[in-house]
């Protein structure tokens, strides 16, 4: 129960003192940077996706 507890104390000591946590504004950057870089592979996989739905299509009209 003892390492249990110690293990808790510092854990929490660590995330207090020893951890480095971003600002507001680095915080916000981060997202920005996050939501342009996942709309930017939605939309590379979009563009794939219709690529290779017009390829498909193409050798399905020529076996059928």
Request: net charge positive; aromatic share 18%; hydrophobic share 55%.
């Amino acid at each position: 129960m003892k390492k249990i507890f110690n293990y808790i104390k510092e854990s929490y000591n660590e995330l207090v003192y020893k951890v480095s946590w971003p600002t507001r504004t680095e915080l916000s950057n981060s997202a920005v940077v996050v939501m342009f870089a996942s709309l930017i592979i939605a939309a590379l996989i979009f563009v794939i996706d219709m690529a290779f739905e017009g390829v498909m299509r193409f050798v399905y009209e020529r076996i059928f």
